[in-house]
């Protein structure tokens, strides 16, 4: 079993590098064992391009020797016909004796299905080898499948003294509350996840990009509520450099090049319309960056996964009050003067 984690772990540090541009697909990593010894290692890097399975396979340099090895994979392998052939019937095709799965496939199409066409053509498989870790790995995927919403993710920074802003922005625009380290770890993130989401204020006070230019990755989908239509076309959010989601009440749904308006009722169940209209783009996961108003939307309906906050060295001593939440803290560290703090949804 210890071997079988050993490998599986290495399948997950593989999938791991795919972490923001395989979307709309999972994370997967594969490994080829033989021996003892690995002899061919994979992971999915793109939608649209070879799913990690055959980019192990492809990486053998004896192929010969695949008849009498083991297949590692962190997700059940595919069994349908997609923007790729089935992964299934690869392996199949291979004549490769043993697979071990980290975890089933959530999606319809796959579902146990790629088990079992595997079963059916005599191969030996082993399934749920650090099946919880290989569930975390894909939590934005399980979450969009399973719960029909994106994975969410609340992020924000507040002063020592406990405020997300000060009472007034005088000096500069935005107000800085950590320091550059933890500004572009931020943008790390944004690269990581599909989608970026800020209210009105948020833009009208601080005019941001919403982009990853502290950090190589894709730029995250822009979604900005916009009730009545505050945000003139000169701000940022606008240039139509990437998509843009803005969700109001004045318009009907329609898009202008990569600008897409769409029509929400603001008075009720507010986070849970934003996310219908997520998961109706085909956002796995979003990282709410603000103000208080938006986070707090979500934070009172109980729809949120992660909580990752900030907490700088200024005191403002008056201003507008972080967010409260209650959470599982599951992880702390020291960012130079900074802390971060990153919290799990009870």
């Known amino acids: 079993m210890k071997i079988h984690q050993k490998y599986m772990n290495r399948c997950i540090e593989l999938a791991k590098n795919g972490l923001g541009t395989t979307y709309p697909n999972p994370l997967v990593g594969s490994v080829i064992v033989y021996d003892g010894k690995i002899i061919g290692e994979g992971w999915h890097k793109k939608a649209g391009e070879a799913h990690a399975e055959v980019n192990a396979i492809n990486s053998v340099e004896d192929q010969s020797l695949l008849s009498k090895a083991t297949i590692y994979v962190s997700l059940e392998p595919c069994s349908h016909f997609g923007?790729?052939?089935?992964?299934?019937?690869?392996?199949i095709k291979h004549k490769i004796p043993n697979v071990v799965i980290g975890t089933i496939d959530p999606f319809a199409k796959v579902a146990g299905n790629g088990i079992k066409k595997l079963m059916e053509a005599g191969i030996n498989v082993t399934v749920g080898i650090l099946e919880d870790e290989c569930n975390e790995?894909?939590?934005?995927?399980?979450?969009?499948?399973?719960?029909?919403?994106?994975?969410?993710?609340?992020?924000?920074?507040?002063?020592?003294?406990?405020?997300?802003?000060?009472?007034?922005?005088?000096?500069?625009?935005?107000v800085w509350i950590t320091n550059s380290y933890s500004r572009q770890l931020v943008h790390k993130w944004r690269s990581e996840e599909q989608a970026i989401l800020v209210g009105t204020q948020t833009v009208l006070d601080d005019n941001p990009k919403l982009d990853t230019r502290d950090w190589q990755g894709n730029n995250p989908i822009r979604v900005i509520l916009d009730r009545s239509e505050k945000i003139s076309d000169d701000y940022q959010v606008k240039d139509n450099s990437v998509k843009t989601i803005i969700l109001t009440e004045n318009r009907n749904s329609e898009n202008i090049g990569l600008i897409f308006f769409e029509n929400c009722n603001f008075a009720n169940s507010l986070a849970h319309t934003i996310t219908t209209v997520l998961y109706k783009h085909e956002i796995q996961s979003v990282i709410i960056e603000g103000g208080k108003q938006t986070?707090?939307?979500?934070?009172?309906?109980?729809?949120?996964?992660?909580?990752?906050?900030?907490?700088?060295?200024?005191?403002?001593?008056?201003?507008?009050?972080?967010?409260?939440?209650?959470?599982?803290?599951?992880?702390?560290?020291?960012?130079?003067?900074?802390?971060?703090?990153i919290f799990k949804n009870l």
């Open 137 to 174: 790995l894909n939590k934005r995927f399980f979450t969009f499948h399973q719960q029909k919403r994106p994975y969410i993710i609340l992020k924000w920074a507040e002063s020592a003294d406990g405020f997300i802003a000060p009472k007034t922005k005088s000096e500069q625009k935005p």
């Open 83 to 91: 923007k790729t052939p089935p992964c299934s019937d690869l392996i």
């Open 295 to 341: 986070l707090q939307t979500f934070i009172d309906a109980n729809l949120w996964d992660e909580a990752r906050i900030f907490k700088g060295n200024p005191l403002f001593s008056e201003g507008t009050l972080s967010p409260k939440l209650q959470g599982n803290l599951i992880h702390k560290e020291m960012i130079l003067d900074d802390t971060l703090l």
